[in-house]
């Protein structure tokens, strides 16, 4: 079956690089994706990655994709403590007409002022 | 425009009554999905509308979950008669018809206990 996995934990300064990483085992996906949840709030879509890129780069987020690893990374440049909040990856599972995500258990990342 | 909402935002209820969630889509988005957090796992799916049409259901646990979306708009997620584990997070989320990244936008979830 399919299976997201991410680490749980993060911690970095403020104005340092985070990275975020991922694995997935669906190597016919379509898509990848990073959504942010912050306290209180719902899932906010911040960036995907078609299944043919190995990058994408969107100010300050970076998103690398390994698709021999099946490895998904999102970079958070200069990281500020508004960007504290738990990052979900997401595939996409292949198969007529149906587009449900598969999510990991999200990272929950915090910024050390 | 205005995003995905949901209703209520929180619900306690004990076991054995009934809740019904309803989930209103951004506007124009054909495509409405449930999805449920349960006790910090991770966020599966439950089911996909195409406009009232149930597209894809297989994530729906059993037959206590019932999902509507009579006229393609808004939809009903109804649990009946709710169980102790049915407590999580569900979310709803809505994406255009035909979008190739199928951008899915979710709501703010409905925090749903069971006692």
């Known amino acids: 079956g399919e299976d997201v996995e991410q680490s749980l934990f993060l911690s970095v300064r403020e104005g340092d690089s985070s990275v975020i990483n991922c694995t997935y085992t669906?190597?016919?996906?379509?898509?990848l994706y990073w959504y942010k949840q912050e306290p209180g709030a719902g899932l906010q879509l911040l960036t995907y990655?078609?299944?043919?890129?190995d990058m994408k780069q969107d100010q300050r987020l970076t998103v690398l994709l390994n698709k021999k690893d099946k490895h998904l990374s999102l970079r958070i440049a200069d990281t500020q403590t508004g960007d504290s909040a738990i990052y979900f990856c997401?595939?996409?599972?292949?198969?007529?007409?149906?587009?449900?995500?598969?999510f990991g258990k999200g990272t929950k990342l915090s910024v050390i002022p | 425009e205005a995003g995905v909402t949901q209703f209520p935002s929180h619900s306690v209820i004990e076991k054995g009554q009934t809740v019904t969630l309803r989930c209103d889509p951004i506007?124009?988005?054909?495509?409405l999905y449930w999805y449920r957090r349960v006790m910090g796992k991770e966020i599966k799916f439950l089911l996909h509308?195409?406009?009232?049409?149930?597209?894809?259901e297989s994530g729906m646990p059993n037959n206590r979950f019932l999902a509507e979306r009579t006229g393609g708009t808004y939809s009903t997620l109804k649990v009946q008669p709710a169980e102790l584990e049915d407590s999580g997070v569900y979310f709803c989320?809505?994406?255009?018809?035909?979008?190739?990244?199928?951008?899915?936008?979710f709501g703010p979830g409905t925090r749903l206990t069971v006692l």
């Open positions: 989320a809505s994406s255009r018809a035909g979008t190739g990244g199928n951008e899915q936008f």
């Open positions: 669906d190597s016919s996906s379509t898509y």
């Open positions: 990655i078609f299944s043919n890129m």
């Open positions: 997401a595939e996409i599972l292949s198969g007529a007409g149906s587009y449900q995500l598969t």
């Open positions: 506007s124009g988005h054909d495509n």
């Open positions: 509308f195409v406009k009232e049409s149930k597209q894809d």
